[in-house]
């Protein structure tokens, strides 16, 4: 853990911000190891009068949630933004982050209007610029989980668990690398037997994969819900039924080299409840494997959490439509 002090001099300069308490939160091997800590926090002491440092890796990033801070920064890819949010929910922190995507895929930054940008970062803080960020919620009968990208069974958890994909770790494009066991794992997968209603609407069946996505991108930067919207309130549901095995291997083998969008359309819902004995993944973990050891099978009950994160938004110098106002301490 490091800490820092600007000096009244670094504070008079650039745009004179309102003096800002700073947690930067940051994952120094994220991606391919480019995030350089002491540049920006040498940029941001110009900005900004304290700093608390936290090694996402090596420090208790949980217990530094709870210090006093205008702004968390995040930077790192989805699973560090990911972690960081999931704890923020569990604790009952709603300070507003910004995002400093240094992954691989991005699809949180990517579906959020977040550029790498850390002078725009604090512009549009200043200018209380900021995207609403819902999180999912899925509760069992053993416990519950947040997710920000996606929950599913079939191919990704399956994915997860593959042993091709740890032969990619050392991957020096984990997309790539994701993408080709995916076209592995497809052919192999069999249907199985899904309770599920949306929205009071029972769309029960056989199924290949079945996704809730709260982002337009998932893992290896798949584009399954093109038409997401964080701030919409809605979950959107993407269901590979038996029979459409084909239209999900053409989709697949197009995304390999262009990033392409699936034939088959989302649903959008607001209230899911699933009934299977299969394991699923929460974003990129797998669910605790206890609540599968007997092969029952369980009820998933998935909504969006009350309220939203507000993230800040770069892409915009005013604000747009349907984003939320200030949310800086006044």
Not at 69 to 82: K, S
Not at 99 to 124: D, H, Y
Request: include cysteine.
């Amino acid at each position: 853990m490091r800490c820092y002090k600007a000096s009244q001099e670094q504070n008079d300069k650039l745009y004179r911000l309102i003096k800002m308490d700073i947690t930067l939160l940051y994952n120094p091997t994220a991606g391919k190891g480019e995030f350089d800590l002491d540049s920006t926090l040498a940029f941001l002491t110009n900005y900004s009068a304290n700093i608390l440092a936290i090694n996402t890796k090596e420090d208790d990033y949980r217990h530094a949630l709870n210090s006093p801070a205008d702004l968390l920064i995040i930077a790192g890819g989805d699973g560090t933004i990911e972690k960081i949010i999931r704890a923020m929910k569990k604790q009952g922190i709603t300070n507003p982050i910004a995002i400093l995507p240094f992954g691989n895929a991005n699809n949180i930054a990517n579906g959020l209007c977040v550029e790498n940008n850390l002078a725009a970062t604090l512009k549009s803080w200043h200018k209380g610029i900021f995207y609403p960020l819902s999180v999912g919620k899925a509760t069992t009968p053993h416990t519950s989980y947040y997710f920000v990208e996606s929950i599913g069974w079939g191919l990704f958890k399956n994915l997860l668990d593959s042993d091709h994909l740890h032969q990619h770790n050392d991957d020096t494009n984990k997309i790539q690398a994701g993408k080709k066991v995916a076209l592995k794992e497809y052919s192999r997968l069999t249907p199985s037997n899904y309770e599920i209603t949306l929205d009071s609407r029972d769309y029960s069946g056989h199924y290949l994969w079945v996704e809730i996505m709260n982002s337009k991108r998932m893992g290896p930067a798949l584009s399954l819900a093109p038409d997401a919207v964080s701030h919409d309130r809605f979950l959107d549901v993407f269901l590979v039924a038996a029979h459409e095995r084909k239209k999900l291997g053409n989709y697949l083998k197009s995304h390999y080299s262009n990033y392409a969008t699936p034939e088959i359309e989302t649903i959008k819902a607001k209230e899911i409840f699933i009934k299977t004995s299969k394991q699923f993944h929460i974003d990129d973990e797998l669910s605790d494997p206890i609540e599968h050891q007997k092969k029952d099978v369980i009820q998933a009950h998935i909504t969006l959490t009350e309220g939203t994160i507000p993230v800040v938004n770069t892409k915009f110098t005013s604000k747009p439509a349907k984003m939320i106002g200030d949310s800086r301490p006044k």
